[in-house]
């Protein structure tokens, strides 16, 4: 079965106020990621399987944990519950209503992502012209 990301946050990853390259690391993190978000390398590692120094890794994640998308505890991080990869539909369902009651009891930070004010492209074929 394949897995399924939360379209919160993997649906508008166009409109994050954030970095192409720090787009591109989150990319790297939600694969490198456990089902449900937990990340089970430190920094270093990262850096050395990203191949990039320490201080560029928190450069590079720095702006995703300001937005709640990259949760650090310690030396550790995780992806935020509504930011993370599941293997079914159900259980992703679970997880937002799990994340949705702890976010209203104050025991999950809620995101920071911005409010879009410009409705992406509607599906289709984008009707192009030539001058």
């Avoid at 949705?100 to 004010?117: E, F, M, R, S, V």
Wanted: aromatic fraction near 6%.
């Amino acid at each position: 079965m394949a897995e399924v990301l939360s379209p919160i946050v993997s649906e508008r990853i166009w409109a994050l106020p954030v970095s192409p390259s720090a787009v591109k690391f989150l990319q790297y993190l939600l694969f490198r990621s456990e089902f449900g978000g937990e990340l089970p390398v430190r920094q270093r590692d990262m850096a050395r399987e990203y191949q990039i120094t320490p201080q560029a890794v928190s450069l590079l994640i720095a702006p995703l944990c300001e937005l709640n998308i990259v949760l650090r505890r310690g030396n550790s991080y995780r992806l935020h519950p509504l930011a993370a990869k599941y293997e079914s539909h159900e259980s992703l369902e679970d997880a937002l209503r799990s994340s949705l009651a702890l976010i209203k009891a104050g025991d999950l930070p809620n995101l920071n992502l911005p409010t879009y004010t410009t409705a992406p492209p509607r599906a289709g074929r984008a009707k192009l012209e030539v001058a």
